[in-house]
């Protein structure tokens, strides 16, 4: 395709997304207004962080999509076509291989390294929004690191259910300043913020693009009482054996048996290929045999 | 056995070939030809056109053969479609005072200079199905048509204004925001919540409208004035140093005069609600002018009565059909993550409190 720009994005809305990646980067967990354009896919799809791929892709880059995980789920599908067509970067299914890797829900479970970008699809970029729905309340929030609301609201959770009932986008404070939403990741994966590799964090329809450097310190909210606990499937993976991976849950069958797998595919295959194997992989390979 | 979901790609390859299929129907029945669309389903191409910002009535036809008449989704193909256009700069303001109206009615005057023009209106037929329409092969006779004012016709709301009955708007030289693209911020201003309700979505827009009508921030609505035509659209180029007309498009513009009790400052005077959108679309002017109107209260000096359509916030935030319809239906995206987590903390909270309940628990 030859009618549009490397990447889609015109060069002078790639700048305006730039500019806000970097004011992002320079005040991590800030989250900035950006011009966010109309995608050829829809809001809610992945459009702000196609947006800040589009900005960050170089023709040397090889781009990553994943969706729950996996490279395979129809709109990671989508979304990496879309930039195998606009851009023409290589793209792969592989974690280590990828300088640019966009994600909707998940961080790989291989530990990213300082030379790769971890893009995430951000729905609802304001931590405090279902608190408060009005922006022009939540940003005086921030302004005045006004908190104690979503405090209560974790402390009413520990009064009502026992335990703190946030299960995924569990929100995170950054070096001590801003409470940011890290995206609807399983609260799994929230240890996992702080890391190497650059993340950003882009939201199309709320017009917001926010950002995580290297190194940042990135603390999931708890009480001293009730620590803040990474959770998951109390098993390991049918497939791979693996005791530390996120999983899903898969229904077998009409009586409703279940098995678990490693939500990361890329994870998975590559732990079968070295040889691990879980408690139904063996039957599966008979199966396929 | 577990098969790890592969083949999205072809999934989705086969999956648009059945769409294509499917829009073109019946291949016994001859195709929509865009000139057909453009010049028998010309409402349908209006609102396109005015929600899709983007004035081109080829293409709104294009964009509603193409999306099997989901007015919607036709919009969203103009609006991805006008993000890739360049801008080459910004008209003069369109003097809508010099339209050539081809309907022209006010319900607060009987008659007033440039005359009430019907036009081509739905307002008094009989709503009775037309069943010789599904037979008619005959080409229309020709209508009846008076022809446009050459001259400009002037606003009726000016004739209040000269009384000193109506507020006076304040002219800004103020380059307008542009929404597609400066990110919104909030409280915004006039000029955008305008543009914002321009493209808005025709039903979000009626129903907010509707609300202040049955008492939700209720103004007390005339249809000062109701115009359609067209009007020509001039912009400076830098080289000339002057404006040209570079086309004419045609617009809807609504005027309300609304009640007003007059405050300690300000003597009793009507005020005003506006509206102006793209192609002939009343429905939406008049919705639009109605919104603007209740949006204006902090401005005017009037009470909240915390009512949906005084809140700029929430008017502005939910307009949108674009935004809308993607965020509702992404919610068709696979959630098998967030949901195990969900499912996860549900099972250990009833496990918990099975263990701290027990007796409750049996008595069940």
């Known amino acids: ?289 | 056995m577990y098969v790890a979901v592969k083949g999205g790609e072809r999934a989705i390859d086969n999956a648009h070939a059945w769409l294509a299929e499917e829009r073109r129907g019946d291949t016994s029945i001859a195709e929509l030809s865009i000139e057909q669309i453009r010049e028998q389903l010309s409402l349908a191409v209006n609102r396109v056109m005015a929600e899709g910002s983007l004035y081109d009535p080829d293409l709104a036809a294009l964009a509603i053969k193409q999306s099997r008449g989901d007015l919607i989704e036709a919009i969203f193909l103009i609006r991805a479609y006008r993000t890739t256009l360049p801008r080459f700069g910004s008209s003069e303001p369109v003097k809508t005072e010099e339209m050539a109206c081809d309907r022209r009615i006010s319900a607060t005057f009987k008659d007033a200079p440039g005359g009430q023009v019907l036009g081509p209106t739905f307002d008094y037929t009989h709503r009775l199905l037309d069943f010789k329409l599904a037979a008619e092969s005959d080409p229309q006779a020709d209508a009846e048509t008076a022809k446009p004012r050459r001259e400009p016709t002037p606003h009726i709301m000016e004739f209040l204004n000269t009384e000193g009955l109506i507020q006076t708007e304040i002219a800004c030289e103020d380059t307008p925001p542009d929404l597609t693209r400066e990110p919104m911020e909030l409280p915004s201003n006039r000029a955008l919540r305008l543009q914002s309700l321009a493209r808005g979505d025709e039903g979000f827009v009626l129903g907010m409208a509707y609300s202040t009508q049955r008492g939700y921030a209720r103004n007390h609505a005339f249809v000062g004035e109701l115009r359609i035509g067209a009007v020509p659209v001039e912009m400076e180029i830098a080289e000339l140093g002057f404006a040209i007309e570079i086309g004419e498009m045609t617009l809807t513009e609504c005027e309300t005069v609304n009640q007003f009790q007059g405050s300690k400052t300000e003597p009793p005077q009507f005020t005003r609600g506006y509206g102006l959108v793209f192609g002939q679309s009343e429905r939406k002017a008049i919705s639009v002018a109605l919104v603007d109107r209740a949006l204006r209260w902090k401005e005017l000096g009037e009470s909240d009565s915390g009512a949906a359509a005084q809140d700029e916030e929430f008017v502005l935030s939910h307009c949108d059909n674009i935004q809308a319809t993607g965020f509702l239906e992404h919610i068709k995206l696979p959630h098998y993550v967030d949901f195990q987590s969900e499912l996860e903390l549900v099972r250990k909270l009833r496990r918990e409190a099975a263990e701290t309940y027990p007796m409750q628990e049996a008595a069940e």
């Open chain 1, 1 to 289: 395709m030859t009618d549009y720009n490397f990447a889609y994005l015109d060069e002078q809305t790639k700048r305006m997304i730039r500019r806000a990646i970097l004011k992002g980067l320079a005040i991590p967990g800030y989250q900035v207004p950006f011009a966010s354009r109309e995608m050829p896919m829809p809001y809610g799809w992945g459009t702000g962080g196609v947006q800040v791929s589009a900005a960050t892709l170089t023709p040397d880059d090889t781009l990553k999509v994943i969706d729950q995980g996996a490279d395979d789920t129809t709109n990671a599908v989508s979304i990496r076509k879309f930039f195998e067509v606009t851009a023409g970067v290589t793209t792969t299914e592989n974690t280590t291989e990828a300088s640019v890797i966009q994600t909707r829900h998940r961080i790989p479970e291989a530990e990213l390294r300082d030379d790769q970008i971890l893009v995430y699809q951000v729905p609802i970029p304001e931590p405090l929004r279902f608190l408060e729905p009005r922006e022009t309340e939540t940003r005086k929030m921030h302004a005045l690191e006004e908190y104690g609301l979503m405090h209560v609201k974790l402390y009413e959770d520990i009064s009502q259910h026992g335990a703190i009932a946030t299960s995924y986008a569990y929100p995170v404070k950054v070096e001590g300043r801003y409470v940011m939403d890290p995206s609807p990741i399983p609260k799994f994966d929230n240890p996992k913020l702080e890391m190497s590799a650059i993340q950003l964090f882009g939201a199309g329809r709320e017009q917001r693009i926010y950002a995580l450097p290297p190194y940042t310190k990135v603390e999931s909210l708890d009480f001293e009482d009730y620590p803040f606990e990474a959770t998951k499937a109390d098993h390991a993976c049918d497939m791979c054996g693996a005791e530390n991976s996120y999983l899903d849950e898969v229904i077998m069958d009409d009586q409703g048996s279940r098995m678990f797998v490693c939500s990361d595919t890329d994870f998975c295959a590559g732990r079968q290929q070295a040889g691990h194997l879980g408690a139904l992989a063996a039957v599966n390979a008979e199966d396929a045999a």
